[in-house]
C-alpha cells in the first residue's frame, strides 16, 4: 500500500456509515404508527426504511467517490476481519433467537 492508498477510503464504508444513520433516524418512526394504527406489525417498518434510505444515499456517495479515485479496495486483513465480525453476529443472532424459543415455550 502506498502512502496515498492511506487517505482513501475502504469500500463500503460509506455504505455501512449511512445505513446505520438511517436506522438510528428512522427506528422511532415505527413504534408510534403502530400506536396508531393498533397493529404492532408496523414495529419493524422504522428499521427497515432506514435501511432502505441509507443504502441508497451511501451508494450515491460511494459512486461519486469511486469516479474521483477516493475509495480502495479492502486489504487482505480488513476482509479477514470483516468476515469475522459477521459469523459474529449471525452467531449471536441465532442464539438470541433460540432463547428466545426456550423462554416462549417455558412460559406457555
Do not use: C
Not at 96 to 102: A, D, P
Amino acid at each position: 500500500m502506498t502512502k496515498n492508498d492511506d487517505l482513501k477510503i475502504p469500500e463500503g464504508q460509506i455504505i455501512a456509515k449511512w445505513m446505520g444513520i438511517g436506522i438510528a433516524i428512522f427506528a422511532g418512526l415505527g413504534i408510534p404508527l403502530s400506536i396508531i394504527t393498533s397493529n404492532f406489525a408496523f414495529i419493524g417498518i422504522g428499521p427497515a426504511l432506514g435501511v432502505a434510505v441509507g443504502l441508497s444515499i451511501g451508494q450515491g456517495i460511494e459512486n461519486k467517490y469511486k469516479k474521483e479515485g477516493r475509495l480502495r479496495p479492502l486489504t487482505d486483513a480488513e476482509k479477514k476481519h470483516k468476515k469475522k465480525t459477521t459469523l459474529a453476529g449471525v452467531a449471536i443472532l441465532t442464539l438470541g433467537v433460540i432463547v428466545f424459543t426456550f423462554i416462549f415455550f417455558l412460559r406457555a
